[in-house]
């Protein structure tokens, strides 16, 4: 990969007078403006319109007690990057990164020590991405941040798709109000099935933050490349409109112990006047670092099925004293018989390790060990089973927040992955963190999640981490991170609360996947979850046909079929979509999209010529006027259209659907019926 940077100082449209300097993306759409008076600041505006009012940047430090908001400005300089790269894996095989930055180097003022800071923007045709930075310098070496000044103000009081603020738990509901009505305590006191929660405040909420301005603005709120660093939540001042970065404390109160020289992550403010281009953008991406992996070829997305489901649903247990352990041989030979026929990836086996009886919220450090099986389950036997059948084990590792015992153990844990040929692993942090109370969005964790990536590498495993902080686009820079949970998944079709609303799945593209790829767990094929315990009133509230879009709609290299094989047999002809569906692509074409209400994207699967398309609705049916438009012109396609009958309704007829062959070309037109939480899968393979 050539990386090249094209110094244009001379010839920069850089307009700089009484301390303030512009910036424009490299199509004009994006306009920033940094102002050093009464104190630093920056705005922004997409095609002219304000869409980030002046707002404030720096720190407060407390070893030593600085506040850094009062700058003088040593150097400017700047550039623009225009250049192409391969991701590993995607939902595009190339990614353009086009940008103009300028790096603002900064003195503070008012202090004796005069400590030396810089400010890089990037301004793209869709966003700005911002960080600072802190070179090395005599005056500061070891420093603590006590606060981040950084302020996003907001120019009205838009729409927006929030969860609410909380240093532990990024799994609720998502709320669609205005910034006004913005009531985190209240909305996550509605939430009585998240274990626990660490809430910031009324007006606190998480990022990414999607919103819509009443122009027909899209504004979402995030950050990229978060390392060695506490992730940064928003509070609201509703007064004016204006978010304030809210770090993650640690367990003593600060937030970030730094080392010069020390960047923070990039705050990133993506806007654009069309929904889909929300979730085209790159942004994150590419202020993400390029992987410094040089043997990559043991990673690869793939599909799985598991010992999971049955345990969320009440037919099994993961613990052996209650007598229906779930992870014994003989079970879990089904799910690799199921998985062999069917030629997914891997089977996941939760439960296969001795620590369940005791693992929920008694905070017991040396609960697991990551290494001992129940005496009913034949490591050594499995193994070699799924290998005659070209299948793998995933293994699972929770650490039920015990994150410190789970460091002691992580050398053992991958070496016996490694000697029974296991080379993904499922990692999960329910509970608070132990011993020593850290959030799971602290600096703390922030570490010690890639520690865990950087050792799971040098084993050659790739990991899929449930419980973590929001993802930032780090799988660029660690390409074995495959998927993260961060956000509220499938298991919560089970939750007794609110469960997952109609609309959730047309939300999170807009929110936590503009981070990277969720391990949601689609597919579940029985609706009414009181199959197994009668007393279960929750009811998956999707179409069938829906189900099946969602491997569309929800990208991630990582997909998990997630329902029982018994589920799947009853209805093998619609699981030829999940068997044949592709986890890496080419290209992807947001067709049309609007958070909270629908999305449709076709996506082309990676070095073949077949197409497969998503298309999902909220609570209400739909009409889609499908256009074909992205086919090759010169092909002729077989479609099979897995659609909603004409009855379905995710109330009273969720598994109605019907299956239909079309022959089509890059002209056709497909006008297809969407029923109420209903959807639309469709395989289009090319004829030869
Ligand atoms: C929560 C995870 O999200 C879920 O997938 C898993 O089954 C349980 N923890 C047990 O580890
Ligand atoms: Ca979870």
Redesign the pocket.
């Known amino acids: 990969m050539i990386r090249f940077v094209i110094a244009v100082l001379a010839a920069m449209p850089i307009w700089a007078s009484a301390q303030q300097f512009k910036l424009s993306s490299p199509g004009r759409k994006v306009e920033l403006t940094i102002t050093n008076g009464d104190f630093l600041s920056y705005r922004v505006a997409y095609k002219g319109t304000p869409v980030v009012r002046p707002s404030q940047l720096g720190f407060v430090l407390s070893k030593p007690a600085l506040t850094l908001s009062h700058y003088t400005v040593v150097s400017v300089d700047s550039s623009s990057y225009n250049d192409v790269w391969k991701p590993l894996w995607g939902e595009v095989s190339e990614v353009r990164d086009h940008h103009k930055e300028i790096v603002i180097r900064l003195r503070s003022q008012a202090d004796s020590r005069s400590i030396m800071l810089n400010l890089v923007f990037r301004v793209f045709d869709d966003g700005v991405g911002f960080r600072y930075e802190f070179p090395e310098q005599p005056a500061l070496k070891h420093f603590v941040i006590q606060e981040e000044l950084t302020q996003f103000a907001m120019v009205g009081n838009h729409q927006a798709f929030w969860i609410p603020g909380d240093y532990d738990s990024n799994e609720y509901a998502y709320n669609t109000t205005l910034l006004s009505d913005i009531n985190a305590i209240a909305a996550a006191n509605k939430e009585p099935d998240i274990a626990v929660k660490s809430l910031i405040g009324e007006n606190a909420v998480q990022t990414p933050l999607m919103m819509k301005s009443a122009d027909g603005l899209y504004v979402n709120l995030h950050e990229a490349a978060l390392i060695n660093f506490p992730a940064m939540h928003l509070v609201l001042n509703k007064a004016n409109t204006t978010f304030s970065a809210q770090l993650v404390p640690d367990a003593v109160g600060n937030k970030a112990y730094l080392q010069t020289p020390a960047k923070s992550p990039w705050r990133t403010i993506i806007v654009t006047d069309k929904a889909t281009e929300v979730l085209s953008s790159k942004l994150i991406l590419n202020l993400n670092e390029p992987t410094q992996m040089k043997d990559v070829g043991w990673i690869k997305p793939q599909k799985f099925v598991g010992m999971?489901w049955e345990m969320?649903v009440g037919k099994a247990s993961w613990d052996l004293a209650s007598k229906k352990h779930g992870a014994s041989t003989e079970n879990v030979k089904k799910y690799i018989d199921f998985a062999a026929r069917h030629r997914f990836d891997g089977v996941l086996v939760?439960g296969w390790n001795q620590g369940w009886e005791d693992w929920f919220g008694n905070w017991k450090e040396n609960v697991f060990d990551f290494v001992t099986p129940y005496p009913d389950y034949d490591l050594d036997g499995l193994t070699k089973y799924a290998n005659e059948k070209g299948v793998r084990l995933i293994m699972h590792h929770?650490t039920s927040g015990a994150a410190t015992n789970y460091e002691r153990w992580m050398d053992k844990a991958f070496q016996l992955m490694n000697d029974h040929d296991m080379t993904t692993v499922k990692t999960?942090y329910?509970g608070k963190i132990i011993p020593r109370g850290e959030h799971h969005d602290g600096q703390w964790m922030v570490n010690h999640y890639q520690r865990v990536i950087e050792k799971a590498a040098a084993y050659r495993v790739m990991v899929d981490s449930?419980?973590p902080v929001h993802p930032t686009g780090l799988h660029r820079t660690f390409p074995n991170w495959l998927a993260s949970?961060a956000a509220r998944?499938s298991?919560f079709n089970n939750a007794p609360a609110l469960g997952i609303t109609p609309e959730h799945t047309t939300i999170l593209p807009f929110t936590r996947l503009v981070g990277g790829p969720m391990d949601f767990t689609p597919g579940l094929f029985h609706f009414k979850l009181n199959q197994f315990e009668a007393s279960r009133t929750q009811v998956v509230r999707t179409t069938l046909a829906k189900q099946l879009a969602l491997y569309v709609t929800l990208y991630s290299p990582l997909q998990m079929a997630a329902d029982l094989p018994e589920n799947y047999e009853k209805h093998l002809d619609a699981f030829q979509f999940i068997v044949e569906v592709p986890v890496d692509w080419d290209e992807t074409k947001i067709l049309e999209a609007e958070p909270g209400d629908f999305i449709t994207i076709a996506r082309k699967a990676k070095n073949k010529s077949d197409w497969y398309l998503g298309a999902i609705t909220d609570e209400n049916s739909r009409e889609l006027d499908l256009q074909l438009g992205f086919l090759d012109k010169d092909k002729k396609y077989e479609a099979t259209i897995y659609r909603d009958a004409e009855d379905a309704d995710w109330q009273t007829k969720p598994e109605a659907f019907k299956i239909e062959k079309k022959i089509v070309t890059s002209k056709s037109k497909l006008k297809i019926g969407l029923a109420k939480s209903g959807g639309c899968a469709i395989s289009i393979k090319e004829l030869r």
């Open positions: 999971w969320h939760e929770e999960g329910v449930h419980e949970e998944g298991e």
